[in-house]
């Protein structure tokens, strides 16, 4: 320690004049080291973590999904102070070893870096505060990185003093989305590591290089999916049954009864513009009529009757055409929906009906 340096030059300096003029000589010619002392990073290994990403089919680039809490890395310089042998020391704290820089494309705002991932079309935009991220060659030894900021430490009154000590950084990250993406993990990815410069000029000892390495921040793996809107299981396949109704009830063609409700319901990221396209492959003359078939599990089908099907506002559907129905809602979307019987001619006739629809839900 300095204090123990200094007591025993004391003690030598009394043994005689001849010994303190040598001893004076030996000081003004400062020797040189090629490593400067490290200092300490507290948590020496800290991680970031960025909850998993679902991204929507046709999003745009840019940011995605929710930026990572807050890790705050602590840099304290007086133990590497006090294994030298000066009397000030002026530690310059630096990020190096920086992640696979993405060089195509620019930080969301143009500030941060963005470093690449192994997930195509996703890279890892990184800030920090008070000083922000960045990709130039300040980092150990003229080598990428950015510094962080400078501690100045002397030995005055005999006691170690430094200042500003520690000296605190804020990190956050967040995915951004660059191009075409292809769902997978992003493995844990060792984003920089942390070193320093000492400058003591004209002091015993002084340093011509970066210290190793004291400190890593690391993004702890990540999950990027794409989303989808899922139908409920009860909405997967229905059946609507229609109440028995008497032939009368269809005097003509055109004339519908026993108009029946049913619901479909999916669920969906917030916000999607989203559109139904319902299809038949026996679409009657008539708008949204599905044509029975010629056989039912009951035996044959009635004649001169269909099944008509008729969205919220009771208008017909029209079948192979994209209904839009706007932006999907926070929660469970219901879709409300009716079927009716249909006379499609004159007469009708007794006997069961059936058909057969598909729903196609889309959505951008």
């Given at each position: 320690m300095k204090s123990d340096r200094f007591a025993r030059y004391l003690a030598r300096a009394a043994q005689g004049t001849l010994l303190a003029v040598a001893l004076l000589i030996l000081a003004?010619?400062?020797?040189?080291?090629?490593?400067?002392?490290?200092?300490?990073?507290?948590?020496?290994?800290?991680?970031?973590?960025?909850?998993?990403?679902?991204?929507?089919?046709?999003?745009?680039?840019?940011?995605?999904?929710q930026p990572s809490p807050p890790v705050t890395v602590s840099i304290d310089c007086l133990q590497a102070f006090n294994s030298t042998p000066n009397y000030y020391d002026n530690f310059t704290l630096q990020t190096g070893q920086l992640a696979p820089l993405d060089q195509t494309n620019t930080p969301p705002g143009g500030s941060g870096i963005l470093l690449q991932t192994n997930v195509p079309?996703?890279?890892?935009?990184?800030?920090?505060?008070?000083?922000?991220?960045?990709?130039?060659?300040?980092?150990?030894?003229?080598?990428?990185?950015?510094?962080?900021?400078t501690v100045q430490c002397d030995f005055g009154g005999y006691q170690l003093n430094c200042n500003p000590n520690p000296i605190s950084t804020r990190f956050t990250a967040q995915l951004v989305k660059t191009g075409p993406?292809?769902?997978?993990?992003?493995?844990?990815?060792?984003?920089?590591?942390?070193?320093?410069?000492?400058?003591?000029?004209?002091?015993?000892?002084t340093y011509s290089?970066?210290?190793?390495?004291?400190?890593?921040?690391?993004?702890?793996?990540?999950?990027?999916?794409?989303?989808?809107?899922?139908?409920?299981?009860?909405?997967?396949?229905?059946?609507?049954?229609?109440?028995t109704i008497a032939t009368n009830a269809l005097p003509g063609a055109g004339s519908v009864a026993g108009r029946t409700p049913f619901i479909i319901q999916y669920s969906c990221p917030v916000g999607w513009s989203l559109y139904m396209t319902m299809s038949t492959t026996r679409p009657a003359v008539a708008t949204g009529v599905i044509l029975s078939a010629a056989t039912c599990t009951q035996g044959t089908s009635a004649s001169n009757i269909g099944i008509q099907v008729l969205q919220n506002n009771l208008q017909p559907v029209q079948f192979d055409v994209a209904q839009p129905l706007g932006n999907s809602p926070n929660g469970l979307l219901t879709l409300n929906y009716y079927a009716q019987y249909y006379a499609t001619g004159s007469p009708t006739g007794p006997g069961p009906v059936c058909g057969t629809g598909t729903f196609t839900m889309s959505y951008q």
């Open positions: 003004l010619r400062p020797a040189s080291a090629q490593q400067s002392p490290a200092c300490t990073a507290s948590p020496k290994n800290a991680a970031i973590s960025i909850p998993p990403v679902s991204i929507a089919p046709g999003a745009s680039n840019g940011k995605i999904g079309g996703i890279d890892v935009w990184l800030t920090a505060t008070p000083t922000q991220a960045s990709s130039g060659n300040n980092g150990p030894n003229g080598t990428l990185g950015w510094a962080i900021g993406v292809s769902p997978g993990t992003i493995s844990n990815l060792k984003i920089l590591q942390f070193f320093d410069t000492d400058s003591a000029p004209n002091q015993y000892l290089g970066a210290s190793n390495a004291y400190g890593t921040l690391t993004l702890n793996p990540v999950t990027v999916s794409m989303s989808t809107c899922n139908v409920t299981a009860g909405s997967s396949n229905i059946n609507v049954i229609l109440p």
